[in-house]
């Protein structure tokens, strides 16, 4: 489950662990529902919480013992402490780990009943890329072992390295569900080219996007990032053309589409701002200091618009909808998008 911060993830997790009760709705967990059901939940379930506060004065091997006490069967402390490689800390005070040590012994603690289903809120927050990849070797194990995880993070590449599928959520909806390669899919292009030319350089994004087998066209900075299913292609396109406009290359690098590219082509601009035009259109600035023009739908009234987020119900519809109507523009801190088409998706 990936979102924004307060985009719910938490809120829905906790809901689901039986932590908090839900203000409508229907939750079943493994068939039960927790208004009736907790006792022959609660041992099925394994959960580490956001944050998982363990007491500092007890050693790692005392933590496991505790925690095995609360089931009626699991593994021995042994094995939990071989599953999260911590045999050598068995003597160690929890105050005495390392970040990635007290998360490794968490998710063991989670482990301590055998789950069916196991729970983990943002684990690898904060952790090194070492720490991160050794718990998720836990994962992958308690994967292999037949067990079911849902795991909320803010992270692509853990997402596309544990999970068969991801859902997207903002503002407690969840806008998009798939397998990741589904929603990478999505973009309808499988590759990403980034280049970056040298000041003084006239590149624009309307003969970008005109490049054989380029799908959408972003600037972030000075970076330039093009989405394309034709790789082979784009490249001579794109070298042919910046050869014509004498713009010198200063960076150049290619990669497959990830969930990173998914994330960063969701429409999220601080402020959305009418602009009066004989198309009617509406300008998306991230520019906060840019003079703000007043306009009533199109009919120039005095109104501005501001909000925090441009969502759709899913993403992935109106982004297809949108380029299919070639109603896209841009350049760097703007994108220009059919007023008439918010409209319709009741966006505005």
Known sequence: MLG??????????????????????DVEVLGHRWDRDANLLRPRLGIQLQETQLSDKLTVEETLRLF??????????????????????????VSKLSGGQKQRLSVA??????????????????????????LWEVLHQFGVRGGTILITTHYMDEAHELCDRVGIMDQGKLIALGTPR???ASLGAEHVIEFAVAAGSQVDEPSLAALPGVRDVRRDDSVWHLSTSEMHLTVPALLDFLRTRHAALTQLSTHSATLEDVKKSFV??????LHSSPKNFI??????????????????DGMTITVGRLFPDNIFDYRF???????????AGAAILNAELLVEKGLI
């Open 4 to 25: 924004p911060n307060g985009a719910g993830k938490t809120t829905t997790i906790e809901i689901l662990e039986g932590l908090l009760t839900p203000d409508a709705g």
């Open 68 to 93: 095995r006490s609360f089931y009626p069967s699991g593994p021995t402390v042994a094995e939990l402490l071989d599953t999260v490689e911590l045999g050598s800390k068995r003597d160690a005070w």
């Open 109 to 134: 603690c989670a482990l301590a009943g055998r789950p069916e289903l196991l729970f983990l809120d943002e684990p690898t927050t904060g952790l090194d890329p070492q720490s991160r990849r050794q």
């Open 182 to 184: 589904e929603l990478v």
């Open 268 to 273: 999220e601009f601080p402020n959305l701002r």
């Open 283 to 300: 300008e998306v600035s991230d520019e906060p200091d840019r003079p703000q023009p007043r306009l009533d739908r199109g009919r120039g």
């Open 321 to 331: 909808i949108a380029l299919s109507h070639n109603t896209i523009r841009g350049a």
